[in-house]
């Protein structure tokens, strides 16, 4: 089993549509989540960052974390065409420690 | 702010070559930064983690020897592929970090390396 499991996708939503990655993973010792969306031959970029449990919502996107559960989840509401990219989710076990990424899910928001 | 730059964007090389990466924060000292690889349809894998003025950390599986990684300053670091065959094609990314953690983390836009 691997550590952080992630739907690969593709994802193909239309414009102004809910959508919902999500991630789950096996190391109970994480503490750090976050998500990373990554357009086509370009680095990531940070989109959110959770600490432990909780909802973390920021502009369009909410971030998710049940640890009870090792389900992770990052809502983006009224969806765009311009959010269509790879949305990776990366966990750490605690601050300076290193990141562990899922395979990323492939978005596709068609206008 | 917090720009990462990486040159080259795309490089080619023969087989048996050396290729070097470079990775520069433009407006920030980066006390760390890591290397990672990504192959096509899979997720980012860090490489290793280097400190100015230290050696790099490989994770395991990364041959040291044939991934140099050089972080003299604290606002460079280079990976060195050497001998590289076309096994080593991917995509490499940089990330630097200001503090001694590894949670707010700059990518650059990545370096494709393609042996022929």
């Known amino acids: 089993q691997k550590e952080v499991e992630q739907d690969p996708g593709p994802l193909s939503v239309p414009e102004g549509a809910i959508v919902s990655l999500n991630c789950t993973y096996s190391n109970s010792a994480f503490q750090y989540f976050m998500w990373y969306r990554q357009y086509s031959r370009k680095g990531p970029e940070l989109l959110m960052y959770t600490y432990s449990s909780g909802n973390k919502e920021d502009g369009r996107f909410t971030a998710q974390v049940d640890k009870s559960s090792k389900y992770i989840s990052l809502f983006i509401r009224d969806s765009q065409p311009s959010d269509s990219a790879t949305y990776l989710c990366?966990?750490?076990?605690?601050?300076?420690?290193?990141?562990?990424f899922g395979p990323g899910t492939r978005l596709s928001v068609l206008p | 702010g917090a720009v990462v730059s990486q040159h080259p964007s795309w490089v080619i090389c023969k087989s048996g070559t050396s290729v070097k990466i470079e990775c520069r924060s433009l407006?920030?000292?980066?006390?760390?930064m890591f290397w990672y690889r990504q192959f096509p349809k899979q997720s980012l894998m860090l490489m290793a983690t280097s400190n100015e003025g230290s050696k790099a950390t490989y994770e395991q599986g990364v041959e040291k020897d044939k991934f140099l990684i050089n972080h003299a300053s604290l606002t460079l670091s280079t990976l060195t592929v050497t001998s590289a065959h076309p096994e080593d094609s991917s995509f490499y990314i940089c990330?630097?970090?200001?503090?001694?953690?590894?949670?707010?983390?700059?990518f650059g836009p990545g370096t494709r390396l393609t042996v022929t």
């Open positions: 990330s630097a970090s200001q503090g001694a953690s590894s949670y707010e983390q700059y």
């Open positions: 407006d920030f000292q980066a006390t760390t």
């Open positions: 990366a966990m750490s076990e605690g601050y300076g420690q290193n990141f562990v």
